[in-house]
């Protein structure tokens, strides 16, 4: 069964220390992953897409790795503004399979940043 | 504007009465999907668009959901007779059929509590 699971669930940071926040997967033909940050009453707003092993990205005090089995989300220094939930999402399927590009989620990791 | 809108932000409905949400999508993008978030969890897939063609439906989406897609524009979705357990957090996201597939964008999110 495809599965996406995140941990922590909850992680708390004081401004400044980094850490690394973790995604781990299984699904048959993956056709991308993706990170998106939640704030609070709001839609997915989204950070990266990483599509094979060994990619990384970056975009501010953020940094996205990928290997066949799980994702890392590096927090560099973080803020109190990067206080969000993290989500971790797969999409499946093989081209011209009739993929949808439905994604599916992990249940999310709530980081908060203390000043 | 150039992201996903979705209308209304916030539905408070009586049980067993019928609601309906509305996505307009970015005005390229030619895919459209509904989510559902309860909390604490990430979102859920429950269908999926493909100009005006619905191609993928959820096993959660029960007979009492309905969706549609006009001329492959926006798109509505309706619930029948609600009930308690459709409160949730309904996202729309789109994105455009091209290349290795690319992200998708979310909107606001319509919050739906039925009391």
């Known amino acids: 069964e495809d599965q996406v699971t995140q941990s922590p669930e909850a992680l708390r940071l004081q401004e400044g220390e980094s850490s690394s926040l973790n995604c781990s997967y299984t699904?048959?033909?993956?056709?991308?992953l993706f990170w998106y940050r939640q704030d609070p009453g709001k839609g997915p707003e989204f950070l990266f897409t990483l599509y094979s092993a060994g990619e990384e990205k970056e975009k501010e005090r953020l940094k996205a790795t990928l290997t066949k089995k799980e994702s890392f989300l590096h927090i560099t220094a973080p803020k109190p503004e990067d206080s969000a939930t993290y989500l971790c999402?797969?999409?499946?399927?093989?081209?011209?399979?009739?993929?949808?590009?439905?994604?599916?989620f992990g249940q999310g990791t709530t980081l908060q940043v203390k000043p | 504007d150039t992201g996903v809108s979705q209308n209304p932000r916030h539905k408070i409905t009586k049980r067993g009465q019928n609601v309906t949400f509305r996505c307009d999508p970015i005005?390229?993008?030619?895919?459209l999907y509904w989510y559902r978030q309860t909390l604490g969890q990430g979102p859920e897939f429950l269908t999926y668009f493909q100009n005006e063609a619905q191609l993928e439906k959820s096993r959660l989406l029960s007979d009492r959901f309905s969706a549609e897609r006009p001329k492959g524009s926006f798109s509505t979705l309706e619930i029948q007779r609600t009930e308690q357990g459709d409160s949730a957090m309904y996202l729309c996201a789109s994105s455009i059929n091209r290349g290795q597939g690319p992200e998708a964008f979310f909107g606001q999110g319509t919050r739906l509590t039925v009391v």
């Open positions: 699904v048959s033909g993956l056709r991308g």
């Open positions: 005005s390229e993008h030619n895919r």
């Open positions: 999402a797969v999409r499946k399927g093989a081209a011209g399979s009739g993929n949808t590009g439905k994604l599916i």
